[in-house]
């Protein structure tokens, strides 16, 4: 059973190693509780155009492999690491102050990725290119550990229809559960198209391509999808990523996706957008640095 204990200056380090791979992450206590109290590290809202996330906090050298995620209510903090071994960091906010981050693997070998949690927030869903099982091979696959009343539960992959999918960076999922993943069957138009997979309460349901509207030759990926499914932002890549967002159109087929203004793409790469639990914000990497903007910003494109 793995667990998140609520004295972080000494049962964390317990139970979690502070790898080499967070060293640069890992700010001073003191300085945590000083600068990092309220709301989203305690952050000035940004405007309608991106600005950078928390930039003190998040100084890794070599950046960020996705946005940061939030609990549905605000308090806890996953993100991870732009690097060769897969590191994905935490905190929490306790009384107004956010914990020193620590890393967190959940026991599996080769690491962690790509975290995000469920609607509910009984879940934190993650990448792992562990094989579920031997002679499988490695490759990163969704997996996913569910609260329990001391921590967490061990982690285990999401269901076998999902994970028949070769899969890469980050997914999300509408507050009914379905899921939105990028796929990399061989059928995949560019190498990488966006799917969905049905939640009917108990599983998840074969998942389906999304179509030309959204896939084209080029590379469809990290798609953010709106808690009520009305639109989708995802990345499109051809020498650089940009945020695209398609809306679903009354008859629930989508509309041809188009390319983000309002300051949202740039010649770099503007890739993993995420949603606040509040709806307030869109969280996403730039330069494989962490950036938000006002979500009033998406009704703009």
Not at 24 to 43: C, H
Not at 151 to 160: E, H, K
Request: proline share 6%; net charge negative.
């Amino acid at each position: 059973m793995k667990r998140f204990s609520a004295i972080y200056c000494i049962s964390l380090l317990s139970l979690f190693t502070l790898a080499a791979c967070s060293a640069q992450d890992v700010i001073d206590f003191e300085t945590m509780q000083s600068n990092y109290v309220g709301s989203y590290f305690g952050q000035k809202p940004p405007g309608e155009k991106p600005e950078k996330f928390a930039p003190r906090l998040f100084t890794f050298e070599t950046g960020y492999h996705s946005a940061v995620s939030f609990s549905m209510d605000g308090t806890e903090a996953v993100w991870s690491l732009n690097q060769g071994k897969k590191c994905t960091m935490y905190s929490k906010m306790e009384d107004q102050v956010w914990s020193v981050p620590v890393e967190v693997d959940f026991g599996l070998k080769d690491g962690i990725i790509d975290p995000i949690f469920s609607p509910d927030g009984n879940r934190l869903y993650f990448i792992s290119r562990q094989a579920p099982q031997m002679g499988q091979p490695e490759r990163d696959r969704i997996w996913f550990v569910s609260r329990t009343n001391d921590g967490w539960s061990d982690p285990q992959p999401i269901d076998d229809v999902v994970t028949a999918h070769a899969t890469h960076w980050t997914f999300s999922f509408a507050d009914n559960g379905n899921l939105y993943f990028t796929s990399e069957m061989p059928a995949a138009r560019g190498g990488q198209d966006i799917w969905m997979s049905v939640f009917d309460g108990e599983k998840y349901l074969t998942p389906v391509d999304l179509g030309e509207a959204i896939n084209s030759d080029f590379r469809e990926m990290t798609p953010c999808i709106a808690p009520d499914e009305r639109f989708l932002i995802f990345s499109r890549s051809r020498d650089m990523a940009d945020l695209y967002i398609s809306y679903k159109n009354p008859d629930g087929t989508w509309a041809n996706a188009t390319k983000m203004k309002s300051g949202m793409n740039t010649l770099h790469h503007d890739i993993c957008p995420v949603l606040s639990p509040d709806g307030k914000y869109l969280f996403f990497a730039r330069k494989f640095r962490m950036y938000w903007v006002d979500a009033k910003a998406i009704k703009m494109n």
